[in-house]
């Protein structure tokens, strides 16, 4: 089967993860909903990059943490496209910090986007993929929704959260046509990640080499980062026809992180 034609909504698509996924996606024929912040001309040169790849793509600028917007997003690639075929809960942000020291506004924050927000798009999006009779649902958990690592306790507390959420939502959908799977990547170079090495090396008191060295790419038995192109491959073989019977499952994409 083709994915050519079909519509992705994928959010927090203005860089990192989801622009690599947003791209591999274009690239296949998949009109794009992107979501996400950023500069508005940035945006703007993006969503013409991913237009000139022969798709049809819009940016919308719902808040993940509104669930009226989110609601709204969903709303709207359905009257602008006619379809909502795939979605890419993708959106996240991370804090890295002890328990103690751990800024609660911040807790409550990083749970609405990289945990609620999941729930709020799938909740939307499932009518209508009921109505067409197919549907690819793809969360971006992580590594860390499989295993924990210190100072990230929201993030890792959100994203055992997605894992268990894809679990639940594919089994009820298992009969509509519709798959519901999670991609837990390791360690990815991208600014999410940029971010934290200064971050992790404040909080675990060494320096930014000895934090990719001895943390970050420590349990990635590759010794390599993970690409955005690689993830993007691997939502892509989610949505093919030979993934019709793969539902509900965390697929590690993480170096060897969760093998030993």
């Known amino acids: ?62 808040d993940m943490t509104r669930p009226d917007e989110i609601v709204a997003l969903v709303k709207r690639a359905a009257a602008d496209f ?16 002890p328990v103690e020291d751990f800024p609660p506004e911040r807790w409550d924050q990083i749970i609405a986007i990289n945990m609620s927000a999941t729930f709020h798009t799938t909740r939307a999006a499932i009518p209508h993929m009921k109505r067409q009779g197919w549907g690819r649902i793809i969360n971006i958990a992580s590594t860390h929704g499989l295993v924990a690592s210190p100072f990230k306790t929201a993030y890792v507390t959100a994203k055992h959260g997605i894992v268990g959420f894809t679990k639940t939502a594919a089994l009820e959908v298992a009969q509509d ?26 909080a675990r008191r060494i320096t930014e080499d000895e934090v990719v060295r001895d943390v970050l790419l420590a ?42």
């Open 82 to 97: 006619g379809s909502v075929d795939i979605v890419v809960n993708n959106a996240g942000i991370q804090t890295v910090s």
């Open 219 to 260: 349990a990635q038995w590759t010794k390599k980062f993970v690409t955005v192109e690689q993830l993007a491959g691997v939502a892509l073989f989610l949505c093919s026809d030979a993934a019709e019977n793969i539902t509900g499952i965390a697929l590690p994409v993480d170096g060897g992180w969760t093998a030993a």
């Open 177 to 202: 046509s519709i798959t519901v799977n999670a991609i837990c990547p390791g360690y990815v170079k991208t600014p999410l990640v940029e971010n934290q090495i200064a971050d992790t090396a404040k």
């Open 1 to 62: 089967m083709t994915l050519a034609g079909k519509t992705a909504i994928v959010t927090g698509s203005t860089s990192g993860i989801g622009l690599g996924i947003a791209r591999g996606f274009a690239d296949a024929g998949i009109n794009i909903v992107m979501n996400g912040l950023g500069d508005a001309e940035d945006i703007e040169r993006t969503r013409e990059d991913i237009a000139a790849r022969n798709v049809r793509c819009v940016h919308d600028p719902a």
